[in-house]
């Protein structure tokens, strides 16, 4: 019995091994197959001034292609420019990424200007669309920053001119940094340099021409087609794109993300906080009015918290604070000028460097007219309150300073006055005719001060 059991396993043996080697060949090669079939690219979309709120976007975009195990990050671009800080974190998050990341300046019409083309030349893959553009990468200052070539002077007169050697120090800075993202993926570093320099521009053709884009796409359709089996190389490795079945998914900007790119540009975040400032000063003026003093905080938190974001030089804040002071005290203790003077001096130079950055500031004009604005309506304001604590007081016991009064019976010293037909308690240092009027001089708990004067008075 024993024997013919074993001979029934035996018998069986080879055929389960075949069964399991069979499964176990096949499980892996299915497993393998799905992971080759479809594959997942993030499309993240940059349209308008590039800022903290944009760059804070793109930080979190590049957070979800990695969660998601994404084969491709695809950056729709269309922007003027924008701040210098904000733009090198994206360039660092494109150069650390370790996916394919693809930017393309998209829809027709669509501009990569200024910050726009280092962020294209630091991309794995350059694109644009037919109509498109970039160049004009020279970092502005306030008032504008023009060519090297119209700075040129004499090394004498650059001794003398701080401003010219600090604007040349930036330039050769941005232009030693474009160079090295185009030697990085074997870009045209020449013209990348001279975009810095002398603030020149390409159309998407003359662009592929010169080897300063890789690909000129008609839509992202076309852009995907030209991609698969396109070679590249990250981290040091090579890498082929297969594009053919990728499913694109579309990473949108969020409400948060909108509104934080409103209120940090410097213009803005700056015209909140004088709404702020004005909301709040008015309704301490005016208690109980709530809805400036709403706004008013409202308007202030959102500015606080764009500056939060910004490149903010506090000192140009306190400097602000202290011009509107100034402004508060020429109302309240004339100074024939001194501290409205000063306070407008104060509240101009502060807004000038509100935001320390190079390349986005608070346009001047806004500054001036704010300024101005600014000075009157504090000015107004604050004059208005100071009439009206000097004006006088027409109701309780206070009232009664200043008004006169007459003798009930002769005295001298204490006596009896009549008051809007109510009998007081007064004390004069002169004697007091009956019937006499006597002029209220102050109030000393329920004593009248008193003095006699004349029935003409």
């Given amino acids: 019995m024993h024997f013919s059991l074993v001979n029934f396993q035996s018998s069986r043996a080879p055929v389960v091994c075949l069964i399991i080697q069979f499964f176990l060949y096949l499980f892996p090669t299915t497993v393998l197959s799905v992971s080759e079939e479809k594959s997942d690219a993030l499309l993240l979309s940059i349209d308008g001034t590039i800022n903290p709120a944009v760059s804070d976007y793109i930080r979190k975009g590049f957070q979800l292609a990695t969660e998601e195990n994404a084969s491709m990050v695809i950056i729709r671009m269309n922007t003027p420019g924008g701040l210098d800080a904000s733009m090198r974190d994206i360039i660092q998050e494109i150069l650390s990424s370790p996916v394919a990341v693809v930017t393309y300046v998209s829809p027709d019409g669509a501009r990569a200007a200024s910050a726009g083309t280092y962020i294209l030349y630091a991309s794995h893959v350059a694109a644009m669309a037919p109509a498109t553009n970039l160049g004009a990468a020279t970092p502005i200052q306030i008032g504008g920053l023009g060519s090297a070539k119209d700075k040129e002077k004499p090394d004498e007169e650059d001794a003398k001119d701080p401003r010219s050697a600090l604007e040349k120090k930036i330039i050769n800075d941005a232009s030693a940094y474009i160079k090295a993202l185009a030697d990085k993926h074997n870009r045209n570093g020449e013209w990348a340099v001279q975009a810095v320099q002398e603030a020149v521009s390409l159309t998407a053709r003359e662009a592929l021409e010169l080897n300063v884009i890789n690909i000129v796409a008609d839509n992202l359709d076309d852009l995907l087609e030209q991609l698969d089996g396109y070679q590249l190389v990250i981290d040091g490795e090579p890498v082929s794109l297969s594009t053919s079945e990728v499913d694109l998914n579309n990473f949108e900007q969020s409400w948060r993300y909108k509104l934080l790119g409103v209120i940090s540009d410097p213009t803005i975040a700056y015209l909140l906080l004088l709404l702020g400032f004005y909301g709040l000063i008015y309704e301490l003026a005016n208690p109980g009015f709530f809805l400036p003093g709403v706004a008013g905080g409202i308007a202030l938190m959102l500015a606080l918290y764009a500056l939060q974001l910004l490149p903010v030089n506090y000192s140009g804040l306190a400097l602000m604070i202290l011009g509107i002071g100034f402004l508060v005290g020429e109302a309240f203790m004339p100074s024939f000028g001194t501290l409205g003077v000063g306070g407008i001096i104060a509240f101009a ?109």
């Fill in 349 to 457: 130079a502060g807004s000038l460097i509100l935001i320390d950055d190079q390349t986005m500031r608070v346009a001047l004009p806004t500054i001036i007219g704010t300024t101005a604005v600014s000075a009157l309506f504090i000015l107004l304001l604050m004059s208005r309150v100071a009439m009206m604590r000097r004006k006088r007081i027409h109701t309780g016991v206070e009232a009664m300073v200043g008004t006169f009064a007459e003798a009930r019976s002769d005295f001298s010293g204490s006596g009896m006055v009549w008051v809007n037909g109510e009998s007081w308690n007064a004390h004069s240092s002169v004697p007091v005719k009956k019937g006499e009027k006597v002029k209220i001089l102050s109030i000393s708990g329920l004593e009248l001060i008193i003095e006699p004067t004349k029935e003409d008075s």
